[in-house]
């Protein structure tokens, strides 16, 4: 006989027409238990695996179960016999069929109780048995009203129901002759291709028809039914007589695994297109990994059952221990879920960023986990462009912290944003305590205008850009020059507006000084001229008129005029070098800086009464201009009287070097140093002498350092970038300093 084909699902079948079912292997071994039988047998379906069946049950005949479960693997004849639970003491009468299971022949046992009190339910056997001694059974159909029964005679096509479980829901039986195009037109055409099992067991090619599919209802609804049967009359050729079969309504638990599979779907494209890794950890340390997440991204995961250390050991080692740390809290029961981010090393090399969340499902009695699920997504680029503007805010960050200029940021409404310190220090307030307050209350002008006239001051102000110089007003009351560049700029889609603020009071006074520096030196040159030179030259004029008297005349001896004249001719033209070397003290008609640096080093050994001395350690061009060398030299100038008249020198070295294309001036002495009470001096920086030298350096593009030295005396040190070219700081005009840009 032809082996039977069987499935767990099928399997479940033979549940409704047997009180319990089980598939035995070779030797007698259970490779499946049905629920019922396994609580007939008084043990527990999953403890049954493995365990031999005639452990369990013992026969009530002679013949011994063994033989049998032999008998019927080698010939597939149906076995029927009576036997005993052995732990309940239920009776129970079994039939044995071949087939196969799992791709192996076995043995399947069906049970029915028929312990004393218990109605019955016949198998397929008894079934066709029944149906072949013509009896309705009537009782059957009672016992069994949720399965409809049925019974076909192939030759004449003719269908007989036991009960009317058709009626009950709502289906035309087809009973009758010429039923199976009657019944193939109910199915559904996409279903029709699976009852194609049925006429395989008319045509004996298996011994048992099983098939889901939908029927149409009378009211016109499609219902989900499975029909099983087999053949319990075949004549001499093997084809099937009659076929017994039973039909159960699945419509509620095919509708449900349909929802499900759907359900499945949708999740399935919802985790694609979230590109989301979803992954299952268990307390042996395995891992599984639902969808292939990992190889997208170039990760080597850890699934398959291998353990959850391999993928600890490709974490960043400075990832790793806060990782470690916030999933085993949710192991061990003190959080039920984490949210971590770390780098994960790359199949390729390198690291990728991964956010993880974990949450615990299943604990033991003691709090324990036992299966945490999770998910992972790729925030590789995301994270790194979030680090590249953490660290381009840090750096922006430094940068205004370290300006010397003052960087407020002004929003939609007038109110401060954000100051940075030098901002904070030149308004005498502590750092960030100006957020939110109006900036127009940090103009003194604005204090005594109506609020209206002070925003269209703003928006005016705001409008045109550019560098405007304003009156400031301190936390104090004080009040200050400054200057303010202004620019619109755009911060997350909203308008603010930036400026930047310098504080111009020193260099408005050092301007002041220096146009009253230059009004007294034309004073003096006026008075120079008039006094010295203009007198000289009305001596001669006098003197050249009386030898024109005397030549005219011819009295006296003009000769000894002539030579006085002449005497007074030559100390005019001393008198105008003199005059010509205070205006222009450096020029490349005389040598240009050196020879100038060595007429003052004599000029200063003769009149401050100090030894001044010279060394050049450059030769040729310097590449600067006379208004460029001029300054250097008012700044040595400046730093030899300072030595001479409040550093008490007897000793000042002048020393002229280039290097790196770099001019370096420095001018040391032996004098008390800079700053030492009883000096007369002042601190570094704050005597209006050094500033007007600070101020030539900057003309320069340069810079100014005064220090103590450390055996006596100061030390003053210009650096200037070679070839610089300048204006005569003199003649800038007011206003005209530089003011720092910053790009938002």
Request: net charge negative; with cysteine; charged share 25%.
């Amino acid at each position: 006989m032809i082996a039977t084909l069987l499935t767990e699902e099928s399997l479940a079948l033979l549940d409704h027409v047997a009180d319990g079912v089980a598939v035995t292997r070779a030797g007698g071994t259970i490779a499946y238990c049905s629920r019922p039988l396994a609580a007939m047998l008084g043990q527990q379906a999953k403890h049954t695996d493995q365990v031999s069946i005639f452990c369990l049950v013992e026969s009530v005949a002679p013949e011994a179960l063994g033989g049998l479960h032999e008998r019927t693997l080698s010939s597939g004849r149906v076995q029927r016999i009576m036997v005993r639970c052995i732990v309940n003491e239920v009776q129970a009468r079994v039939v044995m069929r071949r087939a196969i299971f799992q791709d192996v022949h076995c043995v399947v046992w069906s049970f029915e109780d028929v312990s004393e009190g218990r109605e019955t339910l016949p198998d397929f056997a008894v079934l066709a048995s029944a149906i072949q001694e013509g009896s309705s059974r009537p009782e059957f159909a009672a016992q069994r009203a949720e399965f409809g029964f049925w019974d076909v005679k192939v030759e004449s096509d003719e269908l007989t129901w036991w009960n009317d479980w058709c009626n009950q829901h709502d289906i035309d039986p087809c009973s009758g002759a010429g039923h199976g195009a009657r019944w193939d037109a109910t199915i559904h055409p996409d279903d029709l291709a699976g009852t194609n099992g049925y006429h395989d067991v008319i045509a004996g090619r298996s011994e048992i028809y099983e098939a889901e599919f939908r029927v149409r209802t009378r009211s016109g609804a499609w219902l989900w039914i499975s029909s099983r049967g087999m053949a319990t009359a075949r004549d001499a050729d093997g084809k099937a007589l009659r076929l017994t079969g039973v039909t159960i309504d699945i419509d509620a638990r095919k509708r449900t695994a349909l929802a499900l599979r759907e359900s499945e779907a949708r999740l399935e494209a919802v985790v694609w297109g979230t590109e989301l890794g979803l992954w299952e950890v268990r307390a042996d340390g395995s891992c599984w990994w639902f969808n292939d997440w990992c190889e997208l991204h170039g990760i080597e995961p850890y699934d398959n059952g291998r353990e959850q250390r391999v993928w600890l050991e490709r974490i960043h080692p400075a990832d790793a221990p806060l990782y470690k740390k916030l999933s085993e809290e949710a192991m061990h029961g003190i959080t039920d879920h984490y949210v971590v981010e770390f780098r994960i090393m790359a199949r390729e090399g390198g690291w990728r960023w991964v956010h993880e969340r974990g949450r615990v499902t299943q604990r033991d009695p003691s709090g324990e986990y036992l299966v945490m699920v999770g998910v992972c997504l790729d925030v590789d680029a995301h994270k790194r462009m979030e680090i590249a503007v953490r660290e381009s805010e840090a750096r922006l960050a430094t940068i205004l912290e370290t300006m010397r200029e003052g960087v407020v940021l002004v929003d939609g409404e007038g109110c401060v944003e954000f100051t940075n310190p030098a901002f904070d220090r030149m308004f005498g307030h502590e750092h960030a305590t100006l957020k939110g307050i109006p900036f127009l209350k940090l103009l003194d002008f604005a204090q005594d205008l109506e609020t209206r006239a002070i925003d269209r001051w703003l928006a005016r102000f705001s409008a045109r850009g550019g560098t405007r110089a304003i009156n400031l007003r301190r936390a104090d009351g004080g009040e200050f020059s400054g200057e303010i560049l202004t620019g619109s700029i755009e911060v997350s889609g909203s308008k603010k507006t930036l400026y930047v603020v310098q504080d111009v009071s020193e260099r408005k006074q050092l301007e002041k000084e220096i146009t009253e520096s230059a009004h007294r030196e034309r004073r003096r040159l006026g008075s120079d001229l008039h006094d010295g030179l203009g007198q000289e030259l009305t001596g001669i004029s006098l003197m050249l008129r009386s030898v024109a008297l005397r030549v005219e005349t011819g009295g006296g001896d003009a000769r000894s005029v002539l030579d006085d004249t002449i005497a007074l001719v030559n100390h005019a033209i001393q008198t105008t070098r003199k005059m010509a070397m205070g205006l222009s003290p450096v020029t490349l008609e005389r040598g240009g800086i050196a020879a100038a640096l060595g007429t003052l080093a004599a000029w200063s050994r003769s009149t401050l009464g100090c030894e001044v001395r010279l060394r050049l350690s450059t030769s040729g061009d310097f590449g600067i201009d006379e208004a460029g060398a001029t300054n250097l030299y008012m700044i040595a100038q400046e730093a030899i009287l300072n030595a001479a008249k409040h550093g008490r020198a007897r000793s000042i070295l002048v020393s002229l070097s280039t290097a790196k294309q770099l001019i370096n001036l420095v001018i040391s002495d032996d004098g008390i140093g800079v700053g030492t009470a009883g000096s007369r001096g002042v601190a570094p920086g704050r005597g209006m002498g050094l500033k007007i030298m600070r101020y030539r350096a900057g003309v320069l593009g340069g810079t100014l350092q005064v220090k103590r030295r450390k055996g006596g005396g100061t030390r003053v040190h210009c650096v200037c970038p070679l070839g610089r070219r300048s204006s005569d700081p003199d003649s800038l005009p007011a206003g005209s300093v530089r003011v720092a840009r910053i790009t938002a």
